[in-house]
């Protein structure tokens, strides 16, 4: 199965064809059939939609969006909804093309989603912005609903617009409909637990990787790059609920390094009262990000940009273990090197998983009107992220391979197994 036999098909964009390349070496190894292969290879629909919006001084700007949804043999389609001015149909086809990994890989009954709108939301008013918002959710609503698929938020996208995108469909609908979305305000069907949950199932598959590594997490060092909504609860859960010592961190504005270990919750108070940077902070020596990536540490969590760790920091990194907060932090060349040296990565499909994960139970108590405690969710969580991190583990030892790699042959057999038994009618 080569991308070169689907000469008659459009050529994917770059961010694709690397997402492609990921899904091939799994594929390959695992002896996927070629026929459910090329299926799964592509997305199944993408929509791109033009929409006015009357702007606060009466002009009518048009603006750009799109939805894509990947595969749905699974369930329905999931994933956030970005804005953003230089979001582009090939990243949100290859987010959802994740996505239907990431949900696959955590055994969630979802298939992958993305969408987006090109724009730049801080030169926007809060009308304007509102505007926006809902009336792209009427441009995509043939697509979406609880039991078709499912937005969430994403970049520069929060509860707020949430609230907007499901009170749209449900005055379009003539229904309350919570379910259409995920990550709403919790008194609008949100769920106790969700803005933890990325960064608690980062730390749930770190504890895990320690055990795998022979590591105690109560004496490990971590550095965690991005300092963000991911970044600081997982440095937060990891210090207080596993006692691992928090060495650096680092956001936008630089990063910082105290070697007796940060006080998680004294510098996410300094980060909230200094305008959300960390620069500045008075109990740690100021490093860069590149100095963060490569210091001598049990645990680097790279947490805010994609290809952060490039080839040639990978050479110096010194960490045992990288878990993957961000979406594709480490570029092909940095994972080969690293693999050579014996770092263990959970992959960003298995390590972030914990959002989606969260945002299914949401999804779940909404349609059963029946809402659970903060206990319940991180139970569940906790079991669902350690099982999947066991899974791909044991898929890593048994096909003598890397843990990306392992991740996604167990992705793709889920799925593949779901198209075989449900066939390719209309046929």
């Given at each position: 199965?080569?991308l070169s036999?689907l000469?008659?098909l459009?050529?994917?964009?770059?961010?694709?064809?690397?997402?492609?390349?990921q899904?091939?070496?799994a594929?390959?190894l695992?002896?996927l059939d070629?026929?459910?292969g090329n299926?799964?290879?592509?997305?199944?629909?993408s929509l791109v939609v033009?929409f006015p919006v009357?702007m606060?001084?009466?002009?009518v700007?048009?603006?750009?969006?799109y939805?894509?949804?990947h595969n749905?043999?699974?369930?329905?389609?999931?994933?956030?909804?970005?804005?953003?001015?230089e979001?582009?149909?090939?990243?949100?086809?290859?987010?959802?093309?994740?996505?239907?990994w990431?949900?696959a890989?955590?055994?969630?009954?979802?298939?992958?989603?993305k969408?987006?709108v090109?724009v730049?939301?801080?030169?926007?008013?809060?009308?304007?912005?509102?505007?926006?918002?809902?009336?792209f959710?009427?441009?995509?609503?043939?697509?979406?609903?609880?039991?078709?698929?499912?937005?969430?938020?994403?970049?520069?996208t929060?509860a707020?617009?949430?609230a907007?995108?499901?009170?749209?469909?449900?005055?379009?609908?003539g229904?309350?409909?919570?379910?259409?979305v995920?990550?709403?305000?919790?008194d609008l069907?949100?769920?106790?637990?969700r803005?933890?949950?990325?960064?608690?199932?980062v730390s749930?598959?770190?504890?895990?990787?320690c055990?795998a590594?022979?590591?105690?997490?109560s004496?490990?060092?971590?550095?965690?790059?991005?300092f963000?909504?991911v970044?600081?609860?997982?440095?937060?859960?990891?210090?207080?609920?596993?006692?691992a010592?928090?060495?650096?961190?680092?956001d936008?504005?630089?990063g910082?390094?105290n070697?007796d270990?940060f006080?998680i919750?004294d510098?996410i108070?300094?980060?909230n009262?200094?305008g959300?940077?960390?620069?500045?902070?008075p109990?740690?020596?100021?490093?860069?990000n590149e100095e963060?990536?490569t210091l001598?540490v049990?645990?680097l969590?790279?947490a805010?940009?994609?290809n952060?760790?490039?080839?040639?920091?990978?050479?110096?990194?010194k960490?045992?273990?990288?878990?993957?907060?961000?979406n594709g932090?480490?570029?092909?060349?940095?994972e080969?090197?690293?693999?050579?040296k014996?770092?263990?990565?959970v992959?960003d499909?298995?390590a972030?998983a914990?959002?989606?994960t969260?945002?299914?139970?949401e999804?779940?108590q909404?349609?059963q009107s029946?809402?659970?405690d903060i206990?319940?969710?991180?139970k569940?969580?906790?079991?669902?992220?350690?099982?999947?991190?066991?899974?791909?583990?044991a898929?890593?030892?048994?096909?003598n391979?890397d843990?990306?790699?392992?991740?996604y042959i167990?992705a793709?057999?889920r799925?593949?197994e779901a198209?075989?038994k449900?066939?390719?009618?209309?046929?």
């Amino acid at each position: 199965m080569k991308l070169s036999e689907l000469g008659r098909l459009e050529a994917p964009g770059p961010l694709y064809k690397m997402a492609q390349h990921q899904f091939l070496k799994a594929a390959k190894l695992m002896d996927l059939d070629p026929n459910i292969g090329n299926f799964l290879l592509w997305p199944q629909r993408s929509l791109v939609v033009h929409f006015p919006v009357v702007m606060d001084d009466g002009r009518v700007e048009i603006f750009e969006g799109y939805r894509v949804q990947h595969n749905t043999a699974r369930g329905p389609a999931k994933g956030g909804i970005r804005y953003h001015p230089e979001t582009n149909l090939d990243e949100v086809s290859s987010l959802a093309f994740w996505m239907t990994w990431k949900c696959a890989v955590v055994n969630l009954p979802y298939g992958g989603g993305k969408g987006g709108v090109r724009v730049d939301p801080s030169k926007l008013s809060e009308k304007e912005l509102e505007k926006l918002s809902r009336r792209f959710f009427s441009e995509i609503q043939m697509l979406v609903g609880p039991t078709k698929d499912i937005p969430a938020p994403d970049v520069n996208t929060n509860a707020k617009i949430m609230a907007w995108y499901m009170d749209t469909y449900s005055m379009n609908s003539g229904n309350t409909t919570l379910g259409v979305v995920t990550g709403k305000p919790l008194d609008l069907g949100g769920s106790e637990g969700r803005p933890e949950a990325t960064g608690r199932g980062v730390s749930i598959t770190a504890a895990e990787a320690c055990k795998a590594k022979g590591i105690d997490i109560s004496k490990a060092t971590v550095a965690i790059q991005g300092f963000g909504n991911v970044g600081s609860f997982s440095a937060k859960i990891l210090s207080e609920e596993y006692g691992a010592k928090i060495v650096a961190v680092s956001d936008v504005s630089g990063g910082l390094y105290n070697e007796d270990g940060f006080d998680i919750n004294d510098l996410i108070r300094y980060r909230n009262e200094n305008g959300g940077v960390i620069k500045g902070y008075p109990k740690g020596k100021a490093i860069s990000n590149e100095e963060l990536l490569t210091l001598d540490v049990d645990i680097l969590v790279p947490a805010a940009l994609e290809n952060a760790i490039t080839g040639n920091i990978a050479k110096d990194v010194k960490a045992k273990i990288i878990v993957e907060g961000a979406n594709g932090p480490t570029t092909e060349e940095a994972e080969e090197i690293l693999i050579e040296k014996d770092v263990l990565i959970v992959p960003d499909i298995l390590a972030n998983a914990g959002g989606v994960t969260v945002s299914y139970f949401e999804w779940v108590q909404d349609l059963q009107s029946f809402f659970w405690d903060i206990e319940d969710i991180r139970k569940k969580l906790h079991k669902i992220m350690t099982k999947s991190f066991g899974e791909v583990y044991a898929t890593k030892q048994k096909y003598n391979t890397d843990m990306r790699t392992a991740a996604y042959i167990v992705a793709i057999g889920r799925v593949a197994e779901a198209v075989k038994k449900r066939g390719y009618f209309p046929m």
